[in-house]
């Protein structure tokens, strides 16, 4: 479905992404492991291109998108593409209902009378209750803003849904419910599910295969039993959460 072919990402002097490449098939769960800064986020950015990339393609469904310059061409790829953002991202002057149809205002031309059988439906993928919609982002939990969150990017029905770190901050069982879900999402909706992730155990039960960046480039892609059996020090610190091998931590930026 998609395709990532020679990606390079500089932001000025810093080379992010080297030279990445990167199957991501159809109605599969891939997952990208790799440290803080090691440019998840930034490769994510790309694909739906809020951000330039700076050499390199990326081919969705066959089509190169980095070719694509039109802001009305980009939507239409935009709408196909669901982002959950690393920061969750809600807006707090609105309520929990507003929030999931806000969306649809923009990239849709659903109409408004239809609003509250979309919010209800979304909520409930998500296991939420439809009385939820009348409450504030302020009143809910972690959890529960990840999972309105999420409600917001299925109401735009999405045929890839992009989820930047969905389960950092939440407790293990929590992390554990909205890995479930991912797998639910996937099953029910057929979608296409590209998760970045520091949560081996989320990594590991989500995935159908899973890549590993490190200095800018993909270091190994595989399945999670690959990545369990792996000889390779680098992923293997990295799995184990060591601060020994390898894999030495920049603790100040450059
Ligand atoms: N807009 C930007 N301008 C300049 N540098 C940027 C920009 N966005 C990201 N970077 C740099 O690119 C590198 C990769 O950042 P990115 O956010 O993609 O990392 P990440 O793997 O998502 O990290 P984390 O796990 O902490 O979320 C970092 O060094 C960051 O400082
Ligand atoms: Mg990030």
């Not at 739906?48 to 469904?61: A, S």
């Not at 990239?107 to 009385?131: M, N, Q, S």
């Not at 479930?180 to 296409?192: A, C, E, W």
Request: with cysteine; net charge neutral; glycine share 10%.
């Amino acid at each position: 479905m998609i395709e990532i072919k020679n990606l390079k990402k500089d932001f000025g002097p810093k080379h992010v992404l080297k030279n990445v490449n990167l199957n991501i098939p159809k109605g599969e769960t891939t997952v990208i492991l790799g440290g803080s800064g090691s440019g998840k986020s930034t490769l994510i950015k790309c694909l739906i291109g809020l951000e330039e990339v700076t050499d390199g393609h990326i081919l969705v469904n066959g089509k190169d998108i980095t070719k694509i310059h039109s802001e009305m061409k980009l939507a239409a790829i935009r709408r196909r593409f669901g982002y959950l953002f690393q920061e969750g991202a809600l807006f707090d002057s609105m309520s929990v209902g507003e929030n999931v149809t806000f969306g649809l205002k923009y990239l849709t031309d659903v109409p408004e009378k239809d609003y509250p059988k979309i919010i209800k439906e979304k909520l409930a993928l998500v296991g939420l209750r439809e009385d939820v919609a009348q409450l504030n982002p302020s009143e809910l939990s972690g959890g529960m803003k990840k999972r309105v969150s999420l409600a917001r990017v299925l109401a735009i029905g999405p045929e890839v849904i992009l989820y930047d770190e969905p389960t950092t901050g939440l407790d293990p069982i929590m992390s554990d419910i909205i890995s479930d879900l991912i797998i639910d999402l996937k099953n029910k909706l057929g979608v296409t599910s590209v998760v970045i992730t520091h949560d081996m155990h989320s990594a590991f039960k989500i995935a159908d295969h899973i890549a590993f960046l490190y200095e800018g480039n993909i270091l190994l892609y595989g399945t999670a039993e690959d990545f369990k059996k792996t000889d390779n020090p680098y992923v293997k610190q990295f799995v184990n959460g060591s601060s020994h091998g390898p894999i030495q931590m920049k603790l100040m930026k450059e």
